[in-house]
């Protein structure tokens, strides 16, 4: 910390985290205190928390990650998780385009996917 800015210890990765982090989990707790209180503003409140909490699992495995890769025995796995998911996002983006664009096709065309009805 000494040799470093303030500024960068604020911007490196591991820092953004464990502030997210912090971030997260009190307003988890704050909700959790107060869930007497009905405010929906922007979301649904379930809406809302059920997005948190998929943040904090995904930073909480992304944080055990970190601490994973120190042992010598599962270093090179993280590194190949790492890798693999950074290989695998040309491919989610695809993937989320095209299921956006298949809907969109959907409500444009106004089609109606009746299950109820029997077949000819």
Not at 53 to 68: D, H, P
Request: no cysteine.
């Amino acid at each position: 910390m000494s040799h470093l800015g303030i500024v960068d210890y604020l911007f490196d990765f591991w820092n953004i985290v464990d502030s997210t982090q912090f971030i997260v989990f009190g307003y988890l707790t704050y909700d959790v205190l107060n869930e007497s209180v009905e405010d929906d503003i922007i979301l649904d409140k379930s809406v809302t928390i059920k997005l948190l909490y998929i943040v904090a699992l995904l930073q909480a495995f992304g944080k055990s990650m970190f601490f994973a890769r120190i042992y010598d025995d599962y270093g090179f796995l993280v590194r190949m998780i790492g890798m693999t998911m950074k290989e695998l996002l040309p491919l989610i983006f695809f993937f989320l385009v095209f299921t956006l664009f298949f809907a969109l096709a959907y409500m444009a065309l106004g089609i109606d996917i009746d299950t109820t009805r029997p077949g000819p």
